[in-house]
């Protein structure tokens, strides 16, 4: 028979190790190991030794609350008033143990000062100690004394009379009294019976009412901390989207004003361009001007006749205002000329600074003034033509205000001709014409 019988789930056989030694130390024999023999049972090994020991002490842990064997092995040993419970884990033990106070070893390192490990020693060795008590009768046997005469016994009548606790009492009498006692502890036994019927059902429904209050604490507990969950989740949600309303309407702030920069600077340079241009077609005119004078002073004040001397004059001024394609004439440079060589089609001398969207092409044209505008599929032709004679193209593709469809526009390549259509988002060279 072992002192000490060790109920523990198999997982945990590393960890009650530590506890086993310390308590053979101690000088107890302890059963714990719980492979069965070949050729024995369960009742007749692991059974027999739970109800030889004076003391059953059962691990509570995270594997062993789930153990049936444990569960099964803990109820017989409090059934009989054996059970010692100790806590591995911090754990809540199966139903019907949770009011049994238990040794906290869940931070135990081997140490015999622990505050847990020393409550356990004293618990074991209360157990122990109280099924080892000597056993002592109530009451002493005697023989009666007696005296021979002559080979025959016969009891001493002193003590015949010693014998008999009534006196003289009758038998109805004695029988009388032995029912008188009977139904007294028959009484007795009775109110010790119902009261302990009463306080059973007191503890059973007092036990009752802690566990459904506990039960009812728990749901609360985890209602409100699904609760609190979904308000963090939802509060979660709402920041990001908060962060990214804040991002997007950033984003569209820089977008706008990438915009009015680039606005701003189409204008100016468009502006520019115009000066220049203005500029430009002051000075043509100032030449042309001069040019008139000179011819003038030059004719001779003779009055003649209304022949063809009278017309020499003006067919020689006429032949020097002949114009050529590459000249330069009305702020720009000759592009085309029509059948009367006196109409056609101006080039600005050089692209506009930089490659242009489609729409800020046409705007950039616009605001030069005085009809200068984005060339069309056909006058963009005809400047392609006439390039070396007009010179300063310096992009191979460029946008013509002609469009092919709401999203795309007509270009033309001046490497080689090829004229082709692309998205208005694209950016192309740009070279301002106007009609004379």
């Known amino acids: 028979m072992s002192d000490i019988f060790i109920s523990y789930a198999h997982e945990d056989q590393e960890r009650v190790k530590p506890i086993v030694n310390v308590l053979e130390k101690h000088g107890w024999s302890v059963f714990w190991d719980k492979t069965i023999p070949p050729g024995k049972t369960w009742d007749n090994y692991i059974g027999k030794a739970l109800e030889e020991s004076p003391c059953v002490l059962v691990v509570w842990s ?9 569960k099964e092995e803990a109820e017989v040993a409090k059934k009989k008033g054996l059970l010692v419970p100790l806590f591995l884990d911090t754990v809540e033990p199966p139903m019907g143990f949770r009011r049994i106070h238990a040794a906290d070893l869940s931070d135990w390192k081997n140490n015999k000062a622990h505050q847990g490990f020393q409550l356990l020693i004293g618990a074991i060795e209360s157990k122990i100690s109280s099924a080892t008590l ?23 009548p002193q003590r015949k009379s010693e014998r008999q606790p009534f006196g003289n009492v009758s038998w109805a009498q004695k029988n009388q009294i032995v029912i008188a006692v009977a139904v007294v502890m028959l009484v007795i036994f009775g109110v010790v019976w119902s009261m302990n019927q009463s306080s059973s059902k007191v503890e059973d429904k007092s036990a009752l009412s802690i566990e459904v209050a506990k039960v009812n604490n728990e749901a609360d507990f985890r209602r409100k901390a699904e ?22 309407a950033a984003t569209r702030r820089e977008a706008e004003a990438a915009k009015t920069r680039q606005e701003a600077d189409v204008r100016r340079k468009a502006e520019d361009a115009r000066l220049t241009a203005a500029k430009d077609a002051k000075a043509e005119a100032a030449r042309l001007k001069a040019e008139k004078d000179v011819v003038r002073r030059e004719a001779k004040p003779a009055k003649l006749s209304a022949d063809k001397k009278t017309l020499a004059i003006p067919q020689e001024v006429e032949a020097k205002k002949t114009l050529n394609i590459g000249d330069e004439y009305g702020g720009g440079k000759i592009a085309w000329l029509d059948a009367t060589g006196q109409h056609g089609l101006i080039a600005a001398k050089a692209d506009l600074s930089e490659v242009y969207a489609w729409e800020s092409a046409k705007q950039a044209c616009a605001v030069i003034g005085d009809n200068w505008h984005l060339p069309n599929k056909d006058e963009l032709n005809k400047l392609y033509l006439t390039k070396s004679a007009v010179g300063g193209f310096s992009g191979y593709y460029y946008w013509g205000s002609t469009e092919y469809s709401a999203n795309n526009a007509w270009y033309q390549d001046f490497n080689g001709g090829y004229q082709g259509y692309d998205g208005k988002a694209d950016g192309w060279c740009v070279r301002a014409v106007r009609a004379f």
């Open 62 to 70: 995270h594997s062993s609350i789930q153990s049936d064997w444990v």
């Open 134 to 156: 000597p056993v002592t009768d109530s009451l002493p046997v005697s023989k009666p004394d007696s005296v021979s005469f002559e080979g025959a016994t016969q009891t001493s």
């Open 227 to 248: 609760a609190a969950r979904l308000k963090a989740v939802k509060d979660a949600k709402a920041e990001a989207a908060r962060l990214k309303a804040e991002k997007d």
